[in-house]
Nanobody
Framework: VQLQASGGGLVQAGGSLSLSCAASGRPLRDYTMGWFRQAPGLERDFVATVNWNGYSTYYADSVKGRFTISRDNAKNTVILQMNSLKPEDTAVYYC???????????????????WGQGTQVTVSS
């Protein structure tokens, strides 16, 4: 599956951004989808994942209560709504797909095989 992320930008602390990931090539319903981020000099980290039907979501502790992941399989789109942004949220954000029909368990980053290009999110203090 091919993925295209968009929606990044510059925002002040406390602000909001909505990232979008558009998928093509294969039905999105067969995939668990995730958002990950990578700050300069650091490893790529898990942010949030959502299973094929949207019923199972997982969040990193650092974003719980502030970020919401959702999906629309009919539109082949995954959204990451980010509220109450902090300077430490600054990173390149990536969407990724893990082939997982009817799955619901948490899937670690190593199980995501298809990646989009990143979109930069910068939060100023």
């Amino acid at each position: 599956v091919q993925l295209q992320a968009s929606g990044g930008g510059l925002v002040q602390a406390g602000g909001s951004l909505s990232l979008s990931c558009a998928a093509s090539g294969r039905p999105l319903r067969d995939y668990t989808m995730g958002w990950f981020r990578q700050a300069p000099g650091l490893e790529r980290d898990f942010v949030a994942t959502v299973n094929w039907n949207g019923y199972s979501t997982y969040y990193a502790d650092s974003v719980k209560g502030r970020f919401t992941i959702s999906r629309d399989n009919a539109k082949n789109t995954v959204i990451l709504q980010m509220n109450s942004l902090k300077p430490e949220d600054t990173a390149v954000y990536y969407c990724a797909a893990s082939y997982d029909p009817l799955g619901g368990r948490f899937r670690p980053i190593a199980e995501f095989s298809d990646w989009g290009q990143g979109t930069q999110v910068t939060v100023s203090s």
